[in-house]
């Protein structure tokens, strides 16, 4: 069964210093994508990067990067020099392709918090 | 704008009374399904819909039901919402099966049974 651990549940950094979100996995799917969204204070889920398991490539987008590491099942995500508009509960997510029911599994979210 | 649309975005009830919360999406997406989000706990598949009249359960359907009449609307109707249903939902819709096509949600709706 597909399984995403987020250990961390709250972090609180200073602004402008870096915050690194752990996204560990279990599957037993050798096809499957992983996600991670942002939920702000509104509470809507604003979709930020999805990853299949054949594309290990690391990824930056503006200050947001993403480390894909097969190898350890894990699926990290950075915010450099964060800002007061980050402050979220971002979740880490797996998709199974031959899952029947598509479904999504979250983990239980980081709640980041970033102080002025 | 092509977009998943839940309603209500807020509903406070009190047990027992029979509620729906209704979701629409505009981009002809097969797929379709409910989620409830709990503290402590992420987003949790309630209920799925792969297709028009094809429904099936997801994680905790308990207290439940939907229906897929039209493949636009899949509304979540609770017959008799408790407390323990206090939560976030989420709609979500996905062209078909198969998560390399992504998820498209909508903007929730929190529900409060008292």
Known sequence: ?116 | EAQVTQNPRYLITVTGKKLTVTCSQNMNHEYMSWYRQDPGLGLRQIYYSMNVEVTDKGDVPEGYKVSRKEKRNFPLILESPSPNQTSLYFCASSPRQGPDYGYTFGSGTRLTVV
């Open chain 1, 1 to 116: 069964a597909q399984k995403v651990t987020q250990a961390q549940t709250e972090i609180s950094v200073v602004e402008k210093e870096d915050v690194t979100l752990d996204c560990v996995y279990e599957t037993r799917d050798t096809t499957y994508y992983l996600f991670w969204y942002k939920q702000p204070p509104s509470g809507e889920l604003v979709f930020l990067i999805r990853r299949n398991s054949f594309d290990e490539q690391n990824e930056i987008s503006g200050r947001y990067s993403w480390n894909f590491q097969k190898s350890t099942s894990s699926f990290n995500f950075t915010i450099t020099a964060s800002q007061v508009v980050d402050s979220a509960v971002y979740f880490c997510a797996l998709s199974e392709a031959r899952a029947e029911d598509n479904r999504l599994a979250f983990g239980k979210g980081n709640q980041v918090v970033v102080i002025p």
